[in-house]
């Protein structure tokens, strides 16, 4: 007669099989909080995501040139940011961002007024002092391929860092929300008050 298993080592096992779970999920909410940590808001419900064998995305022969710029320049310039993948709301702080101004809201709903500042003063009022300065804005942020000076992306690619590491989230007027991501899996995102 065959011993019953399950009730001798299910036990144990399931728990060791939860640990893991758990230590996993962690891991990734850490690596990746916009994907794993289920940001509140509807520009993180889609993501474009390119083919997993090219990278790239596939679009059809008759697509026209301006979807094919817009792709290529999200492969060059968003992908290695946002980890291979990138929520819509990316491509909401990249329109911000080549706009020069940025919308900042302490709170939701249509009715919360959300101040409008320069891209640059935002930068500089949420970096930490790294001497470095986030006063220069690429004029063409829309230059994928073309050779620019690095330090002419640093606000760019600072803001893009921080939406990556969920320290800041576009809200569904798409106002800038300051955040800090959740902890643990299923905490909540706590909201920062904006800068002065």
């Known amino acids: 007669m065959a011993k019953n298993r399950k009730g001798r080592n299910g036990g144990p096992n399931k728990q060791a099989a939860r640990a893991a ?50 792709f290529a320049r999200i492969e060059e310039l968003l992908l290695p940011i946002y980890r291979g993948r990138l929520p819509v709301a990316a491509t909401h702080l990249d329109d911000w961002i080549k706009s020069g101004v940025i919308a900042l809201a302490n709170a939701d709903g249509p009715q919360v007024p959300a101040s409008v500042v320069p891209v640059a003063e935002f930068a500089q009022r949420i970096s930490s002092d790294d001497g470095h300065g986030h006063h220069e804005v690429c004029p063409q942020l829309s230059c994928c391929g073309g050779v620019h000076v690095s330090s002419e992306h640093r606000v760019w690619v600072h803001l893009h860092q921080l939406h990556a590491a969920g320290r800041l989230l576009l809200n569904d007027h798409d106002a800038i929300r300051l955040t800090a991501p959740p902890r643990q899996p299923g905490d909540k995102w706590q909201f920062l008050s904006t800068v002065g």
């Open 21 to 70: 779970r758990r230590r996993r999920e962690q891991r990734l909410l850490e690596m990746d909080p916009l994907f794993h940590g289920n940001p509140p808001y509807e520009g993180y419900r889609e993501w474009l995501v390119p083919s997993p064998l090219t990278g790239r995305f596939e679009l059809a022969a008759s697509a026209p040139m301006e979807s094919r710029q817009y």
